[in-house]
């Protein structure tokens, strides 16, 4: 689990691909203090697993649904990548709950300058368009972000100058893919409502069920 908040930008030292899915070697500084091998780092907003590490490296598979589903697919070495070690029990949650299971990717459409901030403006997979609500949470390559408009295509978001400096976000450029993570909450509710609906739609027409509900 992790809060959304960037540690730091890492780059990719070198990308060694198989048949289907790559070993992707990263560098860094801060996620590196405590690391140990099996540990979660959220790369872009995707949870990958350290398979191996060096004083200024760590090293992590990517398996071939990973690369179908996310923009790491995209990234060639010397690309930037968002970093964060996984949340600690005890740890403040500064951004929201990110699970680094994404549920897409969507595509940049503008960026618009006002005063010391930038709006971002993203596409999404229509699928996805349901669980983003205004003023709700959304992780974008990793980044812990509010939802600040929305219509039935795109979502807005506006980014401050600390954001600006410690991620990757807007170095992007205007049609370039980003990993977009839902919050979690409206899955689970969602998945309650089906869940419950079957039970009902389930249930045998008897006596009792047209007597409960008023036909007898």
């Given at each position: ?107 940049i459409l ?15 997979p229509e ?36 954001t600006k ?52």
């Open positions: 689990m992790f809060t959304g908040l960037v540690e730091e930008v890492g780059i990719v030292k070198s990308i060694l691909k198989g048949t289907k899915s790559v070993k992707i070697v990263i560098k860094a500084k801060k996620v590196l203090e405590d690391i140990k091998i099996g540990d979660s780092i959220s790369t872009n907003g995707v949870c990958l697993t350290v398979t191996d590490f060096t004083d200024d490296t760590f090293s992590v598979d990517v398996m071939p649904e990973t690369m179908k589903r996310s923009n790491l697919k995209n990234l060639v070495p010397g690309s930037k990548v968002n970093l964060e070690r996984a949340l600690r029990l005890g740890d403040r949650l500064g951004g929201h709950l990110v699970s680094g299971h994404i549920d897409g990717t969507g595509k503008s960026f618009d300058k006002e005063d010391n901030a930038v709006w971002v403006t993203i596409k999404p699928e996805l368009l349901k669980y983003i609500i205004y003023k709700g949470s959304i992780a974008i390559d990793g980044i812990s972000l509010t939802v600040a408009y929305i219509d039935n295509k795109v979502f807005k978001v506006s980014i401050i100058p600390h400096k410690v991620t990757t976000l807007i170095e992007k450029s205007l049609g370039d893919e980003v990993n977009l993570e839902c919050d979690m909450i409206g899955k689970y509710v969602e998945k309650l409502l089906i869940h419950n609906k079957r039970e009902e739609d389930d249930k045998d027409i008897d006596i009792k069920f047209l007597k409960e509900h008023g036909f007898i």
